[in-house]
């Protein structure tokens, strides 16, 4: 009986050990499986993480660049906006220093001298010039201080002069705004050639 009861004891243990070799191995099989999952989920996530930064980074950096165009270009706006402004001050500028008295004088003396001699006129000069041209101009003029010619200062002139010839109820305008004005119109587009060239 002894010898059965060994075998018995034997077989038990056996069967024990082999049961518990089983489940160790399906325990180990188990955590092996999980750990494989989680390593593999975790190079997922790596994996999104890495790519979410290089997306990000890829789109910082073309919104950076974007901005930078536009920066670029409002700057370039601006140069040439303020270019634009410098350039018509000189020009009025230059248009002032050109309507010297005595240009103005002889301009002013050849037009009502070569219109028809009994018309009536009317000559606005700004308030500086006023000053400056009434004897020169009376004395130029062919005709004799009275009722045709009429010369009357206007606030709004900062040069020049406006022609008013009364008869015709035209007035023509000859100020140094409106001569810049005019000289403008030819030189916007050579101006805006030379400031385009520069983007090229």
Known sequence: ?????????????????????????????????????????????????????????????ENGETALKHAAQNTRLLVKEQLGKLFDRVL??????????????????????????????????????????????????????DESITIKINPNLTGGFRLNKTDDALTYDFSDESITEALKIFLNPQLKKIMDASDG
């Open 92 to 145: 009025l500028r230059e248009v002032q220093t050109q309507l010297s008295p005595e240009f103005l004088t002889t301009i002013i003396a050849q037009i009502v001298n070569q219109w028809k001699p009994d018309g009536a006129f009317e000559i606005s000069l700004s308030e500086k010039n006023a000053s400056e041209l009434n004897d020169m101009l009376l004395t130029r003029l062919k005709r004799q201080k």
């Open 1 to 61: 009986m002894d010898a059965k009861l060994d075998h018995l004891i034997e077989k038990i243990k056996r069967d024990g050990v082999e049961e518990a070799q089983q489940s160790a191995d399906k325990l180990l099989q188990e955590a092996r499986e999980k750990a494989r999952t989680i390593v593999e989920n975790a190079q997922k996530e790596a994996d999104a993480v890495r790519e979410k930064a290089k997306t990000d980074a890829e789109k910082f950096q």
